[in-house]
């Protein structure tokens, strides 16, 4: 009977380890995803500020303050306002 809850025991532990490795593994995984979408959300968040740089020194140098912007610009990166 003491055999048994030994084995019982150790494949507890044993399950115990694999979940704890488990569970740290996707810890490890979230938080390199999560700084690879931030390290992305900059270069994005900085090209569009370098694209508006851009577009607004051309609108001024073509004098098209009074127009109407255009609804649909195909040199506009995306996901840029």
Do not use: I
């Not at 390199?32 to 851009?54: N, P, Q, S, T, Y």
């Amino acid at each position: 009977m003491a055999g048994l809850h030994r084995a019982v025991l150790l494949r507890a532990a044993a399950a115990a380890l694999a979940l704890g490795a488990a569970v740290g593994a996707h810890t490890e995984v979230g938080q390199a995803l999560a700084k690879r979408g931030a390290e992305r959300a900059e270069r994005e968040a900085v090209a569009c500020a370098e694209a508006a740089r851009w577009d607004a020194a051309e609108r001024a140098a073509r004098g098209r303050h009074e127009e109407r912007p255009e609804l649909f610009d195909p040199g506009r990166m995306q996901g840029c306002r």
